[in-house]
């Protein structure tokens, strides 16, 4: 308990780019229950898109994969003595990352429609706003986490930051990899899962 409310407190300071003095470190435990937390806002998110139909657990698999594909990849960026605590906050730091796009996302759809000769222009720029915005504030998140368990030069931890969020896998790619099939509307066999998953990587959708 003690330790996931140590995980809580650095991620939510870190919401407000405050970094935390004297963080508390944590072990593998609350980084599971981190990334547990992930997988299951991941899934709940995706519940809308598939409703009607039954569930496919191959959906699971999937985010479980990808979640770990981006704890393995930021485990490189993260200062090593804090490597469980760093990972830990970031993990809940995507958490608030997706529920504010889905919030930003439901909020733009509930606003009229524009005029028909602006709505390409909606649909296109409105989506990369939300995006942009978002990453802004998840790198800025990063660097007062980074700088809560090793304090460094601000230009030197917004680098690791910015460099931690590029090598993440992006959100298209793990919509290939989860969403696609994670409902019975889109049954394919794990085979052919993984090929969407390959041709996702290989031609950039994930950039």
């Known amino acids: 308990m003690n330790s996931a409310l140590a995980v809580l407190k650095v991620a939510f300071r ?3 780019w405050r970094a935390t003095p004297d963080p508390r470190l944590v072990g593998l435990p609350s980084l599971l ?16 898109a598939g409703a009607g139909g039954g569930f496919n657990p191959y959906g699971i ?15 490189l960026l993260v200062p090593p003595g804090a490597r469980t605590s760093a990972l830990s ?3 809940i730091l995507t958490c608030i990352a997706e529920l504010a796009s889905m919030a930003a996302k439901v909020v733009v759809a509930l606003v009229p429609s524009p005029a028909a000769a602006a709505a390409v222009f909606h649909e296109r720029s409105v989506p990369f706003a ?3 915005v978002v990453s802004l504030w998840w790198i800025g998140a990063m660097v007062a986490v980074l700088r809560s368990f090793a304090p460094r030069p601000r230009l030197f931890t917004l680098g690791r930051a910015a460099a ?11 919509r290939a990899a989860c969403a696609d099939f994670c409902w019975p509307r889109f049954r ?20």
Do not use: K
């Not at 698999?61 to 485990?75: D, G, K, Q, S, Y």
């Not at 085979?191 to 969407?196: A, E, L, Y």
């Open 130 to 132: 939300i995006f942009a």
């Open 61 to 75: 698999n999937a985010a479980i994969a990808w979640i770990a594909l981006e704890i393995a990849v930021a485990a």
């Open 164 to 174: 931690l969020w590029a090598a993440l896998p992006r959100r298209q790619c793990r």
């Open 89 to 91: 906050a970031m993990l």
């Open 33 to 48: 229950l981190s990334a547990l937390a992930l997988i299951a806002l991941r899934v709940a998110l995706q519940i809308p």
């Open 188 to 207: 394919y066999s794990h085979r052919q899962s993984m090929g969407i998953v390959a041709r996702a990587v290989c031609d950039g959708r994930g950039s």
């Open 14 to 16: 870190g919401a407000t």
